[in-house]
């Protein structure tokens, strides 16, 4: 279920090997060199396909060679470490989860979603921000007349992807299987959305935005987008809702946006749009590519798994539920003999909301602890939370994690199945052997 019918990565290393790393991985942040793929990774995909692979037509588009993974020449991403890659066209790669540690979380951490084709490196000097529609006048702002205009601001900022957690969707919903690691927490410096429209001075008309980037799409059709979404007025206008153009103090990193993108924290990733060129005020709600049909929406009502719901009864995702991962330890981690006590710790998040409460349980839910939870540095930041565990006997454990918010939502033991295969905020569990 995860065949593409694109063509895959074995067929066009065989073509071209270097023009196939340009393509998918387009040039490095510095713009100098071409292929995100490393020196060793290229020489190795040169020697697999130098081996031959004799079934390469039936190869799967999306797939990364398997014997990469037992590789030091293994897929890697300029500037990420460690990151898992779903998908090479478009290039999608999670965090694992035991790498999201970080209170803050590291560039070569942070997750990338693609829908399309990345544009090519270009001088941050040189872009452009339009503003225009519902506006009293139109503007046309460099990356400079942001810094001087508006106040610049620094927010540790969630951003998670509607479809983070799909992988645990049965029936199985078609899109990029992401685990846990579709989420991250960096600090963004940029100026408030707010400000800007501000100075482009709002019509009453104006009721929503739509966002637009510098990114192709896979057809490759001119005048096709992969991605035009946009959000309410109100969400513009919360002073968290940045239009960034530094991530974790230094220029954005090309797979997350450079030079400029937007932040709108707490809601679907896609509401944030990279590579931004142009802000289209709206006075109807936004019908960009995936802003129609069943993308990123759920059903109104609870549905059974599998269920067929007809396009007029889904709602377009707003802010995300409420969610908690483990960070430390690793599941599947064994104590050694003697040691029973452990501390465990990870981080929480609640969309628009802050989290009020993280409980853990080792007995499979019957009895819960009171973790602590940090307040965060600043609203929309997820939030650390930490406990220290004693295990009675040896044995196997599960650690559950269960955060709650502030209107006392938690998250729930099952996926709430929806036919996308968003929204999944079921606890967290690691396994844990007690020697
Ligand atoms: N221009 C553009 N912006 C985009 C996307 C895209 O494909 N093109 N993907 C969106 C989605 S679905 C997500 S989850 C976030 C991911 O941001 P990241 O890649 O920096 O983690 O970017 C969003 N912004
Ligand atoms: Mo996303």
């Known amino acids: 279920m995860r065949l593409k019918q694109e063509r895959g990565l074995c ?9 196939a790393d ?15 793929l490393k020196r060793s990774g290229l020489a190795f995909m040169g020697a ?6 004799p079934f390469w037509r039936n190869y799967p588009g999306g797939l990364i060679p398997a014997a990469f993974a037992e590789s030091d020449a293994a897929f890697v991403i300029d500037g990420k470490n460690g990151l898992r890659v779903l998908n090479d066209r478009p290039l999608n790669a999670e965090t694992p989860v035991h790498f999201l540690d970080d209170d803050v979380t590291p560039t070569s951490r942070h997750f990338i979603r693609n829908n399309g084709i990345p544009p090519a490196y270009a001088d941050p000097a040189a ?7 519902e506006v009293e006048r139109a503007l046309e702002l460099s990356i400079d007349d942001l810094r001087r205009r508006f106040e610049v601001v620094k927010l540790q900022l969630q951003l998670e992807c509607g479809g983070n957690g799909r992988a645990a969707f049965n029936p199985p919903a078609r899109g990029n299987q ?7 927490n960096a600090q963004w410096t940029g100026v408030r959305y707010r400000d800007v429209l501000q100075a482009a001075g709002l019509k009453p008309t104006a009721v929503y935005t739509g966002h637009y980037g510098a990114d192709s799409h896979l057809s490759g059709q001119a005048g096709k987008l992969p991605l035009s979404r946009g959000v309410p007025l109100h969400k513009a206008l919360d002073p968290h809702t ?11 990193h090309q797979m997350n946006g450079a030079p400029l993108r937007v932040v709108a924290p707490g809601w679907p990733g896609s509401c944030s749009q990279k590579w931004l060129t142009r802000i289209w005020v709206r006075d109807q709600v936004h019908d960009g590519a995936k802003m129609t049909g069943t993308s990123y929406r759920v059903p109104k009502y609870p549905v059974a798994p599998g269920q067929t719901v007809p396009e007029e009864d889904f709602r377009i995702i707003e802010s995300m539920p409420v969610k908690s991962i483990i960070s430390s330890p690793k599941n599947g981690i064994l104590l050694p003999a003697g040691q029973r006590n452990l501390t465990v710790h990870g981080h929480a998040w609640a969309g628009d909301l802050a989290v009020s409460a993280m409980h853990l349980s080792i007995d499979f839910g019957r009895t819960w602890l009171n973790a602590r939870v940090d307040a965060p540095p600043n609203k929309y930041s997820w939030q650390a939370w930490s406990a220290g565990l004693n295990f009675p006997l040896a044995g196997y454990y599960e650690v559950w994690a269960r955060a709650t918010d502030e ?10 199945w929806n036919p996308k295969g968003y929204l999944n905020n079921a606890m967290h569990r690691i396994a844990v052997r007690v020697s």
């Open 242 to 252: 940045l239009i960034a153009f530094e991530m974790n103090g230094e220029p954005i």
């Open 127 to 133: 872009w452009r921000l339009t503003v225009d529609g």
């Open 407 to 416: 209107n006392g939502q938690m998250q729930p033991f099952a996926i709430a």
């Open 22 to 36: 340009a393509e998918i991985f387009g040039r490095r942040v510095d713009g100098t060199r071409r292929g995100f």
């Open 178 to 184: 992401w685990s846990l690691g579709a989420i991250g």
């Open 11 to 19: 067929e066009r290393y065989a073509a071209d090997p270097e023009q």
């Open 48 to 53: 697999l396909l130098g081996a031959g692979i």
